[in-house]
């Protein structure tokens, strides 16, 4: 089957830093995506990976690592804004296109 | 810039009423996916075309089906719906980009509540 996990919550403060793994068991792998969803309203495009490394923007990065099925999205000077669910997807396919396979996501709280 | 547009945004029905969800994808984007989003839930493929073809089927009910037009714009279409059909369903549009990777975008979901 397919399994993608990623932890239910997490809980930081404004101004720190705070890291979402995701771990991911797929018949394919064509790139990892995360996604930061407010609720009720459409995910949100953050990143994408399909090498090995990390990926920086801004103030997100993501990492991936294919041969541990690993990935890590890194949220650093954590706003109050930043308050929502990240959801780790992978493209389970062979192509460079296809179907998303999304992680029950990771409810992240940033609290004063 | 332009973002994937669907409507209505919120929908209410009735049991065994039927229901369509319209989703206009981001211009020049050519491939259009739906899923759909239980409460608490993460988003589940249902369907997805290229070209105006579908190119994939999930776990979609024999009860939908869905096309997409000339204009890339496409339409899902829900008959005899029932309690467990309420949910976010929401339409990403995505296009190959230069090293031929493809991304979605996602359109703000229309909600639908079956009473």
């Known amino acids: 089957g397919q399994n993608i996990d990623q932890p239910t919550e997490m809980t930081a403060t404004e101004g720190a830093i705070v890291q979402i793994n995701c771990t991911y068991q797929t018949s394919g792998f064509n790139g990892l995506f995360w996604y930061q969803q407010h609720a009720g309203e459409a995910p949100t495009f953050l990143s994408y990976?399909?090498?090995?490394g990390l990926e920086e923007k801004g103030r997100f990065s993501s990492f991936l690592s294919r041969s541990k099925g690993y990935s890590y999205l890194l949220l650093k000077e954590l706003q109050m804004k930043d308050s929502a669910s990240y959801l780790c997807?992978?493209?389970?396919?062979?192509?460079?296109?296809?179907?998303?396979?999304f992680g029950a996501g990771t409810q992240v709280v940033v609290t004063p | 810039a332009a973002g994937v547009i669907q409507s209505p945004r919120h929908l209410i029905k009735e049991k065994r009423e039927t229901a369509t969800l319209k989703c206009y994808p981001i211009?020049?984007?050519?491939?259009v996916y739906w899923y759909q989003q239980g409460p608490g839930q993460d988003p589940q493929f249902l369907i997805s075309?290229?070209?105006?073809?579908?190119?994939d089927k999930g776990s979609i009910p024999d009860r939908f089906s869905a096309q997409q037009f000339s204009d890339y714009h496409s339409e899902l279409n829900m008959s005899s719906l029932e309690l467990g059909d309420s949910a976010l369903y929401f339409c990403a549009s995505s296009e190959l980009g230069l090293a031929g990777e493809e991304t979605q975008y996602f359109g703000p979901g229309t909600r639908l509540l079956v009473l």
């Open positions: 997807a992978v493209r389970p396919s062979t192509d460079s296109w296809g179907k998303l396979q």
């Open positions: 211009p020049r984007h050519d491939t």
């Open positions: 990976n399909v090498l090995d």
């Open positions: 075309f290229y070209e105006k073809m579908q190119s």
